[in-house]
């Protein structure tokens, strides 16, 4: 039993179009993680009168996004939806359909602004097959000859491109033969589409939701496989073949891995959810990968007595993710967020809706296009009202800057230090005690009025429009007493210093007098 797909399949009215499928969606010290993440709805456009949702979503940048999904009308199919960030808005691109029956996106995958591979599926009349478009920075188009395993339905749900000449992209198929569905994962090298051996363990079902690929070399895919019950699916590829992972299981019931995000081959995250047989809700599954092996990690539950889910994930380092999904709330599912900062996974505060949503709001895919800007998708709906586009904007205070180092001068330090990733406004360096202070935008700025001869501790904070970051790591400085001016002559009995000591003490004219005496023996 798939668990996303099942409960919308019973609940939701967009997934009803699957017509057999339903939806899925896809630092260094100091810099651990942003001290402030807010969320906030984005306008989005739909096609009017039509039923409308986004299941993936891709950034090459903060001003470079695509996001996939379809749209329905009245009696006829599904048919493919995309849309594009340019920084400002969101906007309906036009996509093709494979002839007039069902069509959809279920993810995407966009290495560059120019490059972006979307997949889903499309029924052929008899079954459902595979579909990938491509896009090449003006048209989305079909890719033809797609491969498909014979003589049953076949569908692509999420796909990972570390290069433009190197996608994977991963699902199922139903063999025949079996009579029952096995994992599918097919891969593109620049050329043309293949389907590769994947392995499929379960005697019932076997399904992959989720890939992420660091290099041609080196790609992760989770899903579930079902024998008794079901279970957790790792597979991995390492540049020649794939094969299954050891993966935890929470409980004894059902654990799926629905989306996963590797920021090297040694540090993935993968999300879920797991049934709880206590209270009969699934609650949410989160597993890492430390290069040795996968560990649950425990993941908040907003829901206490009703069903938790997480279907998307993207990490930018091994100390910053986000996870996306939703939670059922007084019968209503409503959007679920959550952020990890190296140690705990924790829960970003729901954005404010709109007056144009319904009571439900699911996200299904999520991706982070900097450390302070990620974008999730998915779709509102009502009781009567067709669903619409749903995009979230998550923003994030910087990280701490790392790398600070202080230089003493006279009665100044200069601080240095390495940029924060993400969008930052300015930088601010302060030295304790005392809390004196220089801001900058640039990575280097001088704090003056200190004391020669003390010892100070000086961190640097990184700010933007949503916040402060937390300070860096300290650095210690201490400034020097001044040194003896070189002078020549006489006046190495005499420095500048000390007549102004002896002046203030009474003693000028002892002083002018001595150099009187010396310059009647020159």
């Known amino acids: 039993m798939k668990i996303l797909r099942n409960i919308c399949l019973t609940v939701l009215p967009f997934a009803l179009f699957a017509a057999g499928f339903s939806a899925v969606g896809s630092g260094s010290a100091g810099a651990t993680a942003p001290s402030v993440t807010v969320a906030s709805i984005v306008s989005s456009p739909n096609q009017t009168n039509d039923t409308n949702g986004l299941e993936g979503i891709s950034c090459s940048s903060v001003s470079s996004c695509m996001a996939v999904g379809s749209h329905y009308h009245g009696s006829s199919a599904n048919q493919t939806l995309v849309e594009s960030w340019d920084g400002a808005n969101w906007s309906i691109v036009t996509s093709p359909n494979q002839g ?40 989305w188009s ?38 029952t569905p096995k994992t599918l994962i097919e891969s593109w090298n620049g050329g043309s589409w293949s389907i590769v051996p994947s392995p499929s ?21 989770v899903g ?13 590829w390492n540049g020649s073949e794939w094969v299954v992972v050891p993966s935890p299981n929470l409980g004894s019931s059902a654990n799926q891995l ?22 009969s809700n699934y609650e949410t599954l989160a597993e890492t990968w430390n290069g040795s092996e996968w560990v649950v990690v425990l993941s908040p539950s907003p829901s206490a007595t009703n069903s938790n889910l997480l279907t998307g994930i993207s990490c930018l380092s091994s100390s910053w993710c986000l996870a996306v999904g939703y939670d059922l709330q007084s019968n209503y599912f409503q959007t679920l967020i959550e952020s990890w ?47 619409q586009t749903l995009i979230v904007a998550v923003q994030s205070s910087p990280f701490a800057p790392s ?66 970051s937390d300070s860096s790591d300290p650095v210690s400085v201490t400034l020097p007493i001044p040194a003896t001016l070189a002078a020549t002559g006489s006046d190495l009995m005499n420095p500048p210093w000390l007549a102004i ?22």
């Open 403 to 468: 790398g600070v180092a202080a230089t003493p001068g006279n009665a100044q330090a200069t601080v240095n230090w390495s940029a924060s990733p993400g969008t930052v406004t300015s930088y601010t360096a302060t030295a304790t005690p005392g809390g004196a202070r220089c801001t900058t935008w640039t990575t280097s700025c001088v704090i003056t009025g200190l004391t020669n001869g003390s010892t100070y501790s000086v961190t640097v904070t990184a700010s933007n429009a949503v916040g402060t």
């Open 224 to 236: 579930y496989f079902t024998n008794s019950t079901d279970n957790t699916l790792v597979e991995s």
């Open 100 to 139: 007039s029956n069902f069509n959809t996106l279920y993810g995407v995958s966009c290495f560059s602004p120019t490059s972006c591979t979307a997949v889903g599926t499309f029924n052929n009349g008899t079954f459902n097959q595979t579909l990938i478009e491509s896009w090449d920075g003006a048209n």
């Open 501 to 522: 000591a002896l002046f203030g003490l009474g003693g000028g004219a002892l002083l002018v007098s001595r150099r009187r005496k010396t310059q009647s023996r020159s």
């Open 341 to 387: 900062n190296g140690s705990v996974w924790s829960v970003v505060p729901n954005p404010s809706p709109t007056p144009d949503l319904g009571p439900s709001n699911l996200l299904l895919g999520v991706a982070c296009a900097s450390a302070t800007s990620c974008s999730a998708a998915g779709y509102s709906y009502g009781t009567t009202a067709p669903s």
């Open 201 to 221: 363990p379960g005697s019932s079902n076997n399904d992959l939701s989720g890939v992420s690929c660091t290099s041609s070399s080196n790609c992760t895919a």
């Open 142 to 179: 079909i890719v033809a000859d797609t491969p498909n395993q014979p003589n049953g339905a076949n569908v692509l749900y999420a796909v990972s491109c570390s290069s433009a000449t190197s996608c994977t992209a991963v699902g199922n198929y139903y063999d025949t033969s079996a009579s």
């Open 258 to 279: 629905i989306g996963v995000s590797c920021s090297s081959p040694t540090s993935c995250k993968a999300v879920g959810a797991s049934y709880n047989t206590s209270n």
